[in-house]
């Protein structure tokens, strides 16, 4: 299996429609080029990667391919164990993940 690196994974998910950057402020997701903001109940996971630091296992971080129920399709990166943002836990653990039941 080749090694998929967090770029190349950030480009393949691109290239599958997950085009806009997303980032969690005040409780909500945010498209960071529109400025619109989501919900929780409004949001779907629909996979994601985690990647560790090939150097320093605390050197993590996850990406999430997320779409709302309005059709945004974007990606939302965060560092994942202890420097992870504590608002983007917040949000995402109400969050639907494809596939599974809330």
Same mark, same amino acid.
């Given at each position: 299996?080749?090694? &998929? #690196?967090? +770029?190349?994974?950030?480009?393949?998910?691109? @290239?599958?429609?997950?085009? =806009?950057?997303?980032?969690?402020? %005040?409780?909500?997701?945010?498209?960071?080029?529109?400025? &619109? #903001?989501? +919900?929780?109940?409004?949001?779907?996971?629909? @996979?994601?990667?985690?990647? =560790?630091?090939?150097?320093?296992? %605390?050197?993590?971080?996850?990406?999430?391919?997320?779409?709302?129920?309005?059709?945004?399709?974007?990606?939302?990166?965060?560092?994942?164990?202890?420097?992870?943002?504590?608002?983007?836990?917040?949000?995402?653990?109400?969050?639907?993940?494809?596939?599974?039941?809330?």
């Amino acid at each position: 299996m080749a090694y &998929r #690196t967090l +770029d190349r994974v950030i480009a393949e998910l691109k @290239e599958r429609g997950f085009v =806009e950057r997303l980032d969690v402020r %005040d409780g909500q997701l945010r498209d960071l080029g529109s400025g &619109r #903001t989501f +919900d929780a109940e409004d949001i779907t996971i629909r @996979e994601y990667r985690r990647f =560790e630091g090939v150097s320093d296992p %605390d050197d993590a971080s996850i990406v999430y391919a997320i779409e709302t129920g309005g059709g945004t399709k974007g990606l939302l990166v965060d560092a994942f164990g202890p420097y992870a943002n504590p608002e983007v836990g917040r949000l995402l653990e109400t969050v639907e993940m494809y596939g599974e039941a809330r």
